[in-house]
């Protein structure tokens, strides 16, 4: 059960795109769209933003999509706004009926 | 509206006993599994445990089998955690979140459990 890989951190300025990388193995991300991605902005619980693979709850802004190749999940964050500085996780369902997440990525807005 | 309430945390020794709650509203809680989720301080998120709707089926991480049992009482809408055999590693904010189609849709707001002597 090792953690999915994500980027420690990335940071752009506001208005740009910033792209977060989710990389598991074929018993997991390579095997399921059973991927999700939350946000946590610092203090507070996990929000669902994205699920399986690139679908969004009603109410998250279509700056926020993901997409999937292989062993490796993506979330894109475009338009990049002050709000959305916050810790972000993937998240897959894998073939032990476990669940892993992501190492999280801390995403600064310049 | 969805609200999930945990409760039960505190400090406990090594090696002791504790469980944790979590209250259900806002849903038809007998209709959806459910997740515990921690967070060590500082660090990122880790699925603990799963239990199907109707209590049937549990998965465990391999950091908590054998120690950590998931339960509930749909009677009650409740969710349990009892965690036994406590470590200073299992020191951690711990959340519930509601099972939708293999991802975690609602989530609580934690509670702490901090294992110190």
């Known amino acids: 059960q090792s953690a999915l890989t994500q980027p420690p951190s990335v940071s752009e300025s506001p208005g740009q795109s910033v792209t977060i990388s989710c990389t598991g193995t074929s018993s997991d991300v390579g095997s399921y769209n059973r991927v999700s991605w939350y946000q946590q902005p610092p203090g507070t619980a996990p929000k669902l933003i994205i699920f399986e693979v690139s679908d969004r709850p009603s109410g998250v802004p279509d700056r926020f999509s993901g997409s999937k190749s292989g062993n490796t999940a993506s979330l894109t964050i475009s338009g990049l706004q002050a709000e959305d500085e916050a810790d972000y996780y993937c998240s897959s369902y894998t073939s032990s009926s476990t669940y892993v997440f992501g190492t999280g990525t801390k995403v600064t807005v310049l | 509206q969805v609200q999930l309430v945990e409760s039960g945390g505190g400090v406990v020794q090594p090696g002791r006993s504790l469980r944790l709650s979590c209250a259900a509203s806002?849903?038809?809680?007998?209709?959806?599994?459910m997740h515990w989720v921690r967070q060590a301080p500082g660090k990122g998120l880790e699925w603990v445990a799963f239990i199907s709707y109707d209590g049937s089926n549990k998965y465990y991480a391999d950091s908590v089998k054998g120690r950590f049992t998931i339960s509930r009482d749909n009677s009650r809408n409740t969710l349990y955690l009892q965690m036994n055999s406590l470590r200073a590693e299992d020191t951690a904010v711990y959340y519930c979140?509601?099972?939708?189609?293999?991802?975690?849709?609602?989530w609580g707001q934690g509670t702490v459990v901090t294992v110190s002597s």
């Open positions: 979140a509601r099972d939708w189609r293999k991802h975690f849709d609602c």
């Open positions: 806002g849903f038809s809680f007998s209709s959806f599994a």
